[in-house]
């Protein structure tokens, strides 16, 4: 049985998940909490693939890209999270398994299949953070440097995948409005996250 606790970030890019991720290690760490972070995808060669492949959009079909992350994620969960879990630690992940149910779920894969298929190896969190963007502004956060016609075509993506977001609902998630000032938004997510380790 595992011993420590699961904090999940979530929300479209440009959400601000990695800005609060990093936040939230370094405050239970100056608590003197037993902490680590990990991303998805990860730092394997699946998560690798997926980023060198993500540049180039349409390389793979929605089924593909979904073998790769459920691939990665299996390795993160075996080789990172599992362990660091059952030494008593505290997981923070910038993305999990909800990233996957929203985007490729947002291109057509049945949102409760992709659920089930991943809740049979993956660990459920304590606590899900959603920091919720409109599309357009998670984009202009972003800057990439796309054509427009890239840009239209991803902010209808990415309001699909916010709507899948905006979905779960339940006791472990918790729903925050990701154009708040960082700062107050930092505190609010530590808050919440004592009164979880707390409680
Ligand atoms: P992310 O780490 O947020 O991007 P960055 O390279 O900016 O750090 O993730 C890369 C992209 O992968 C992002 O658009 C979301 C997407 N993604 C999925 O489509 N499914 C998944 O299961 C995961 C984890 C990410």
Redesign the pocket.
Known sequence: MKKGRLIVFEG??GAG??TQARMLRRKLGARGRKVVSF???SRSRWGRE??AK?KSEGSLTPLE??EL??K??RENVARNIRPALLAGTIVIL????F??????GAKGLDPERIRKINERFAPKPDLVFFLDLGASAGLSR?SGRKTRDLLFERETYLRR?RRMFRDFQGPRFVHLDGRRDKRELGREILARTLAVLEG
């Open positions: 479209i890019d998940k990695s991303r998805e995808p997926l980023r993500a890209e979904l992350f459920v990665d994620r910038d993305r999990y398994y990233s996957t149910i929203a985007y490729q972003i995948v």
